[in-house]
């Protein structure tokens, strides 16, 4: 069974555009979630997609925002991008909760770099 | 809030067994044992999770002690492949993230 995949894998970018990641869940997988990974504030969470609808949000501001398509696939977009943003965004699907019994599985990432 | 107590490093060396303990003294009954490991700027990979048995899979074993106060995941036959960042995490159905600590740095020698 082929794992989580995202889309592209790395990226710069420069400040105050706007970038979009994607992200391909394991086959049956119906939850996606949302990190961002940087060396001073470790991994953070983003959001929660479940069926298409957003069940749970991280601290982050609303130049962070994500969706999810019927097939389970998400995207998550940023824009009017920081210096700060720059990080490993990290994709995590489950089957169908993000408890326990449902094991988060990660994808390799996409590394974004802003300038 | 960390939940979990690491070791921020160890060696171990090559075809030898690997012992990464981990305290979550705070645990509570609901709450799973998880373990994940990540090499460099890679996504963290999932190895192996149990509540309050002992859990073996193709990758490693966890050991919970009776009292679920600390683990020990053992990596059977450590190879330089290994060399990674394991993160031990609690986590119940009430959690929807992750929260991953410093975790302990794993340096497999040859």
């Known amino acids: 069974k082929a794992g989580v995949t995202q889309t592209p894998r790395y990226l710069i970018k420069t400040r105050g555009q706007q970038v979009t990641l994607s992200c391909s869940p394991i086959?049956?997988?119906?939850?996606v979630s949302w990190y961002q990974q940087t060396p001073g504030q470790g991994l953070q969470f983003l959001f929660e997609?479940?069926?298409?609808?957003?069940?749970n949000k991280g601290n982050f501001p609303g130049r962070f925002s994500g969706r999810q398509f019927s097939n389970s696939r998400s995207e998550m977009n940023v824009s009017t991008l920081e210096l700060g943003d720059s990080a490993l965004y990290l994709c995590?699907?489950?089957?169908?909760?993000?408890?326990?019994?449902?094991?988060?599985?990660f994808g390799p990432g996409t590394r974004l770099l802003v300038l | 809030d960390a939940k979990t107590t690491q070791p921020p490093s160890m060696d171990c060396a090559e075809g030898r067994a690997a012992n990464l303990p981990c305290n979550h003294s705070?645990?509570?009954?609901?709450?799973?044992v998880y373990w994940y490991r990540q090499i460099h700027s890679q996504g963290p990979q999932y190895i192996i999770h149990?509540?309050?048995n002992n859990e073996t899979n193709e990758m490693a074993s966890l050991i919970i002690t009776e009292d679920r106060k600390s683990s020990t995941l053992i990596l059977p036959h450590a190879t330089l492949r290994d060399t990674a960042v394991y993160y031990c995490?609690?986590?119940?159905?009430?959690?929807?993230?992750?929260?991953f600590g410093a975790g302990t740095t794993v340096t497999v020698r040859a």
């Open positions: 995590a699907s489950s089957r169908e909760t993000s408890g326990p019994q449902e094991t988060q599985y």
């Open positions: 086959s049956g997988h119906r939850s």
């Open positions: 997609y479940f069926s298409e609808t957003q069940r």
């Open positions: 705070t645990i509570s009954g609901n709450e799973y």
């Open positions: 149990g509540l309050k």
């Open positions: 995490i609690v986590t119940s159905s009430n959690d929807y993230k992750l929260s």
